[in-house]
């Protein structure tokens, strides 16, 4: 990909936003990864920051389980799930459905809103 389109991708984003954060260079992926692996605790609660999630984060960004399945992500978290999913705005694709008939759909941000909205009145 060109510069221009790396520079703008969310990942380079976050990669700026976690080096402001830390103090800490994250000059590549990989040096994000490390970080990642080795403070999950900052990771996961600067990750809930920078996306934007509405809700209380809760003073734990994460409890170590005896393995990874076990891990609890957010444990004291209060949140409206549908809220943070509809969010978004706008008309780029929110939803793409394609059946096994061949019949396709999709919906924007802003139909699936509507639609949500339509439903929860009903």
């Keep these: 990909p060109s510069a221009s389109r790396v520079e703008g991708h969310p990942m380079t984003r976050f990669m700026h936003a976690a080096s402001a954060a830390t103090g800490r260079p994250f000059v590549d992926y990989a040096a994000l990864h490390r970080w990642?692996?080795?403070?999950?605790?900052?990771?996961w609660s600067l990750l809930w920051d920078h996306v934007g999630i509405v809700g209380e984060k809760g003073e734990t960004a994460l409890l170590d389980g005896e393995t990874m399945r076990q891990d609890r992500f957010f444990p004291g978290a209060r949140l409206n799930f549908a809220e943070n999913l509809l969010a978004r705005t706008g008309s780029d694709d929110a939803l793409v459905f394609?059946?096994?008939d061949r019949v396709s759909r999709r919906w924007?941000?802003?139909?699936?809103?509507?639609?949500?909205?339509?439903?929860?009145?009903?």
């Design 36 to 43: 990642s692996t080795t403070e999950r605790q900052a990771f």
């Design 98 to 100: 394609r059946g096994e």
């Design 108 to 122: 924007s941000w802003d139909e699936l809103r509507a639609t949500v909205s339509r439903l929860q009145q009903a």
